[in-house]
């Protein structure tokens, strides 16, 4: 050991001689000083004092201090001694510790409770739709076809709808349909129900849009959407068919019209004769107006003899009859300069005959001019086998004056 580390020990000694005397003194003042209640025995003696002052002296000049709650005996008080007068041994003195206290663990913070949002509670009247069950949006009608429409709606109100409660029109194309139809069961909230309404394609082509809501039994009209107002609606196209091009004709009889035979009651007339031949004549008139505003360009003008109810007539040549065939035509006249077809009042008449040259009558019609075409239609099936020559016919009713009388488009053929 160096002379320094002596002077040191030393030094460190002479320190703790001083502060045991120092403790020592204290510890004898202190002991007098507690005076026992009458009758007991003294708190502390000067023995016990002197005890406790050699302990703290030894643990200031030990090297290595006692571990702390170590058990036995200290070095000043043997073992098994009796307790110090008075009653219970005295603790001893803790021994100064340099131990670290522990680090308390960290308190959880308990996570933030979430306050409850009230439910709000949904209005008396309120629908939602749900699907078109029937005729989605967009959906292509013929003009004039009736159909049904289907919606499903739901009650997402806090009131039940009853059979009282209405499906009405609103606005828009109204489509022919009802004012209101009554809903078909009642409904409870959350449920849903179908409501159909009749209606007919209009007759113009075009994109048409209706309308519809709901009203309560108390006449209160309510729709759909977050502002229980909304209509729902219903929209179609409307598109015209396309029809298939006609059958061709077995027997065209305007173009075979020059080879029929055509008579008046003036005699025989040539085929395309002057339209001023007052004998009466027949003339093809392809794409001339027609009383109803239309024209064609199948066109066999029949004028009868320019006198009152005279006639004109032509037999075609022979055809066989098959099963199915028809006669068709359109009867009229043709329009005048202006637009109108004057005051043209005849009978049109079709007739045949047989092998043995018999007359039979197929038809008769009374037309005036009135703006309109009339279509005729014979089916020729009864005489299916035979051979027949068709005879086209025109009379006049009275005055002939005005009577351009024509045949549109006649055939025969099958449909």
């Given at each position: 050991?160096?002379?320094?580390?002596?002077?040191?020990?030393?030094?460190?000694?002479?320190?703790?001689?001083?502060?045991?005397?120092?403790?020592?003194?204290?510890?004898?003042?202190?002991?007098?000083?507690?005076?026992?209640?009458?009758?007991?025995?003294?708190?502390?003696?000067?023995?016990?004092?002197?005890?406790?002052?050699?302990?703290?002296?030894q643990?200031?000049?030990?090297?290595?201090?006692?571990?702390?709650?170590?058990?036995?005996?200290?070095?000043?008080?043997?073992?098994?001694?009796?307790?110090?007068?008075?009653g219970?041994?005295?603790?001893?003195?803790?021994?100064?510790?340099?131990?670290?206290?522990?680090?308390?663990?960290?308190?959880?913070?308990?996570?933030?409770?979430?306050?409850?949002?009230?439910?709000?509670?949904p209005?008396?009247?309120?629908?939602?739709?749900?699907?078109?069950?029937?005729?989605?949006?967009?959906?292509?009608?013929?003009?004039?076809e009736?159909?049904?429409?289907?919606?499903?709606?739901?009650?997402?109100?806090?009131?039940?709808?009853?059979?009282?409660?209405?499906?009405?029109?609103?606005h828009?194309?109204?489509?022919?349909?009802?004012?209101?139809?009554?809903?078909?069961?009642?409904?409870?909230?959350?449920?849903?129900?179908?409501?159909?309404?009749?209606?007919?394609?209009?007759?113009?082509?075009?994109?048409?849009?209706?309308?519809?809501?709901?009203?309560?039994?108390?006449?209160?009209?309510?729709?759909?959407?977050?502002?229980?107002?909304?209509?729902?609606?219903?929209?179609?196209?409307?598109?015209?068919?396309?029809?298939?091009?006609?059958?061709?004709?077995?027997?065209?009889?305007?173009?075979?019209?020059?080879?029929?035979?055509?008579?008046?009651?003036?005699?025989?007339l040539?085929?395309?004769?002057?339209?001023?031949?007052?004998?009466?004549?027949?003339?093809p008139?392809?794409?001339?107006l027609?009383?109803?505003?239309?024209?064609?360009?199948?066109?066999?003008?029949?004028?009868?003899?320019?006198?009152?109810?005279?006639?004109?007539?032509?037999?075609?040549?022979?055809i066989?009859?098959?099963?199915?065939?028809h006669?068709?035509?359109?009867?009229?006249?043709?329009?005048?300069?202006?637009?109108?077809?004057?005051v043209?009042?005849?009978?049109?008449?079709?007739?045949?005959?047989?092998?043995?040259?018999?007359?039979?009558?197929?038809?008769?019609?009374?037309?005036?001019?009135?703006?309109?075409?009339?279509?005729?239609?014979?089916?020729?099936?009864?005489?299916?086998?035979?051979?027949?020559?068709?005879?086209?016919?025109?009379?006049?009713?009275?005055?002939?004056?005005?009577?351009?009388?024509?045949?549109?488009e006649?055939?025969?053929?099958?449909?």
């Amino acid at each position: 050991m160096s002379t320094r580390q002596k002077w040191l020990w030393i030094g460190g000694g002479l320190a703790a001689v001083l502060l045991l005397c120092g403790l020592l003194a204290g510890a004898v003042f202190l002991g007098r000083r507690m005076t026992a209640a009458p009758g007991t025995p003294t708190g502390v003696s000067d023995a016990q004092v002197a005890t406790w002052a050699a302990a703290t002296l030894q643990a200031l000049l030990s090297p290595t201090p006692p571990a702390p709650g170590a058990g036995g005996p200290s070095a000043t008080t043997p073992a098994g001694s009796p307790p110090p007068a008075g009653g219970s041994p005295a603790a001893s003195p803790t021994p100064m510790s340099t131990a670290v206290p522990p680090t308390p663990a960290p308190t959880a913070t308990p996570a933030p409770t979430a306050t409850p949002v009230p439910t709000a509670t949904p209005p008396c009247l309120a629908a939602s739709f749900v699907k078109d069950v029937t005729v989605p949006d967009g959906t292509t009608f013929p003009p004039g076809e009736t159909f049904t429409k289907t919606w499903r709606l739901r009650n997402v109100g806090s009131c039940t709808w009853t059979t009282a409660f209405e499906v009405y029109f609103d606005h828009g194309d109204h489509m022919n349909g009802p004012a209101d139809v009554n809903l078909p069961h009642a409904v409870d909230p959350g449920e849903t129900v179908d409501v159909s309404v009749e209606l007919t394609a209009p007759a113009d082509e075009g994109t048409y849009k209706g309308y519809w809501k709901l009203r309560s039994d108390g006449g209160e009209g309510f729709g759909i959407g977050a502002d229980r107002n909304t209509a729902f609606w219903v929209e179609i196209k409307v598109v015209a068919p396309t029809l298939p091009p006609p059958p061709p004709p077995v027997y065209n009889l305007y173009e075979d019209a020059s080879s029929a035979q055509w008579v008046s009651g003036a005699g025989v007339l040539p085929f395309d004769g002057p339209d001023d031949d007052d004998r009466g004549f027949v003339k093809p008139q392809p794409g001339k107006l027609l009383e109803d505003g239309t024209t064609s360009s199948q066109i066999l003008e029949t004028h009868p003899q320019w006198v009152n109810d005279g006639a004109i007539s032509g037999l075609y040549p022979p055809i066989t009859v098959v099963d199915g065939y028809h006669f068709q035509a359109k009867i009229g006249f043709l329009a005048l300069g202006g637009g109108g077809c004057g005051v043209g009042d005849v009978i049109f008449q079709v007739n045949y005959r047989d092998e043995s040259d018999t007359l039979h009558p197929l038809g008769q019609w009374h037309k005036t001019c009135d703006g309109t075409l009339q279509f005729i239609d014979i089916d020729l099936s009864p005489l299916a086998g035979q051979s027949i020559r068709l005879v086209l016919a025109v009379m006049a009713n009275g005055s002939s004056a005005q009577d351009w009388a024509v045949w549109v488009e006649p055939k025969v053929l099958v449909p």
